[in-house]
């Protein structure tokens, strides 16, 4: 089956630690999207990366941190700069630019934060 | 399931009943406008989108209405159902051929049988 695995699905953290969320996707696609999602707020842009060793900041960017070493791994590390933290995390991959189905994002199931 | 229900704007209908549920979006120069639903647990899958040049699209039961004037979108869907009980969720792609979607804050679903 094609998709895309988050893992963990759900994760406590102290204050003060980093903490990686994993993401995976098997459906060859070039862009990658890590979208953070509260109560009543709908779901806003941390980063995104369209292309391997390439991304770029999204709408809330300030105290996470990602990597795209490879084209079906984009992990987002939630640092301690986060102020907070507590949220559900959604990944998403696309086509990515210029592509037919643009607008259509497969999205992963998702990992719960909560900071102790 | 996920608390991203919590203080989102609720349609209640009946199985069988056309559910219509509404959104206004801010940016004109948006190229496309696009509707994602959201069942607990799980997350947003694509339902259908529409050109900012057209006004009406219509898929498989669903139907989405765009009105440039006030700014308006509306998705339509006929003879509702229990598994389309959900959270329903616009967004907007500013920038035709990338996917940086901006996401409303959703509309929850529910369909009594």
């Known amino acids: 089956d094609g998709g895309i695995t988050q893992s963990p699905k759900y994760l406590f953290r102290k204050e003060g630690q980093n903490v990686t969320l994993s993401c995976e996707q098997n459906?060859?696609?070039?862009?990658m999207y890590w979208y953070r999602q509260d109560p009543g707020q709908g779901l806003r842009l941390i980063y995104y990366?369209?292309?391997?060793?390439?991304?770029q900041k999204g709408d809330i960017a300030e105290g996470y941190s990602v990597s795209r070493e490879k084209k079906e791994s984009f992990p987002l590390t939630v640092t301690s700069a986060q102020k907070n933290p507590t949220a559900f995390y959604l990944c998403?991959?696309?086509?990515?630019?210029?592509?037919?189905?643009?607008?259509?994002?497969?999205f992963g199931a998702g990992s719960r934060l909560t900071v102790l | 399931g996920e608390s991203v229900g919590l203080h989102l704007p609720t349609l209640s209908v009946q199985e069988g009943d056309n559910s219509i549920i509404n959104c206004a979006y801010s940016?004109?120069?948006?190229?496309?406008f696009i509707w994602y639903k959201q069942e607990s647990g799980k997350g947003p899958q694509f339902i259908i989108d529409?050109?900012?040049?057209?006004d009406k699209r219509q898929g498989q039961r669903v139907t989405v209405l765009l009105n440039k004037t006030v700014k308006h979108l509306s998705l339509q869907i006929a003879a509702t159902q229990p598994g389309d009980s959900a959270v329903y969720f616009c967004?907007?792609?500013?920038?035709?051929?990338?996917?940086?979607?901006?996401f409303g804050k959703g509309t929850m679903l529910l369909v009594s049988p």
């Open positions: 459906l060859n696609h070039d862009a």
């Open positions: 998403a991959s696309s086509a990515g630019q210029g592509a037919a189905g643009a607008n259509v994002l497969t």
């Open positions: 940016n004109s120069a948006s190229d496309y």
């Open positions: 967004a907007e792609n500013r920038r035709s051929g990338y996917s940086t979607l901006t």
């Open positions: 529409i050109r900012s040049n057209m």
């Open positions: 990366s369209q292309i391997v060793n390439d991304f």
